[in-house]
């Protein structure tokens, strides 16, 4: 007889990991994809406020400067 061990196993337990460890990975997947695109949303947000505070102090600028 050789040396070593043979281990059975039934397919339950195979799908019992499956069905645990998949549908996990998938919410972790949803999570982190909710986190990225939030703070995707938010800074396209303070860009834009950013950009418009900008804006806003060109065209002040603008209307106080000297006619020349």
């Known amino acids: ?12 337990s195979v799908i ?8 996990a990975a998938v919410l972790v997947a949803l999570v982190a994809g909710a986190v990225v695109r939030d703070r995707r949303i938010t800074a396209r947000e303070a860009a834009a406020e ?3 505070r900008g804006t806003t102090r ?11």
């Not at 070593?4 to 397919?11: L, Q």
């Not at 060109?58 to 020349?68: F, H, S, T, V």
């Open 1 to 12: 007889m050789p040396g070593y061990d043979v281990v059975a196993t039934d397919g339950l």
């Open 16 to 23: 019992g990991t499956v069905g645990f460890f998949v549908p």
């Open 50 to 52: 950013a950009d418009r």
């Open 58 to 68: 060109e065209e002040l600028a603008e209307d106080d400067a000297p006619d020349r």
